[in-house]
């Protein structure tokens, strides 16, 4: 990468973390109360934060929650823990954010090199969408950063054919799986296209490594989920 290039890069890394801050900044200066940040889920997920870092478990009045992924909740736990549960979910969801931007740029360097990734690194920056996801006690930014992870991971399988990193895609797939029910769709999916992707081009020899480490990936998702 070239030095405009880096500057580039950082910059739509920082800017996106730093406008997912500035719209949350300017939602308390209008209204000054931590419920804007709210949804009809969130005193229950801001519950079960509390639950996970007070007392270590996952359940409200002695009753184990069933309905709510845990993935989420452990965000807001830690969040707890810093003692700001909703202002410190939402810094999280800002460098959630500037990650989620430095994965795009991997993804878009893979499929198109560095011009692509760094456009790829800018639109996620500037998506308003995911600007107001991460003003609000949602699922979507912690998702969205897992999925992300997991496609970055998978396409450097594709260029290297290393085991580990078809691994990694396979466990950020499933940890997807822990902030959305849809997600659990993701290992599958996953999987499938490395195969329909690399299979009808390899040699012989290459399929069978390729069905090999797609077996292993799917023992694996088997267990994380």
Not at 28 to 49: E, K, N, T
Not at 156 to 183: G, K, P, Q
């Amino acid at each position: 990468m070239t030095p405009h290039e880096r500057r580039w890069l950082l910059a739509a890394v920082a800017g996106s973390a730093g406008l997912r801050l500035a719209v949350a900044g300017a939602a308390i200066l209008l209204r000054h109360d931590p419920a804007i940040f709210h949804v009809p889920d969130s005193a229950r997920y801001l519950a079960l934060g509390r639950a996970i870092a007070e007392h270590g478990a996952y359940a409200l009045d002695g009753r184990p929650e069933l309905f709510r992924l845990p993935g989420f909740p452990l965000l807001v736990a830690v969040a707890t823990v810093l003692g700001a549960p909703t202002g410190g979910t939402i810094v999280i969801h800002a460098l959630l954010g500037a990650l989620t931007s430095w994965l795009c740029f991997v993804c878009g360097r893979a499929i198109g090199g560095v011009r692509v990734g760094l456009w790829a690194a800018t639109l996620e920056a500037i998506e308003p969408g995911q600007w107001a996801w991460s003003a609000m006690l949602v699922t979507e930014p912690l998702c969205t950063a897992f999925v992300i992870a997991s496609v970055a991971a998978a396409l450097r399988y594709l260029a290297t054919e290393r085991w580990r990193w078809l691994a990694v895609a396979t466990i950020a797939a499933a940890a997807a799986a822990y902030e959305r029910f849809v997600a659990y769709l993701m290992p599958a999916a996953l999987l499938l296209a490395i195969v329909w992707i690399a299979a009808p081009h390899a040699s012989v020899a290459r399929r069978a490594r390729l069905w090999r480490h797609a077996a292993g990936a799917v023992v694996l998702a088997a267990a994380l989920l």
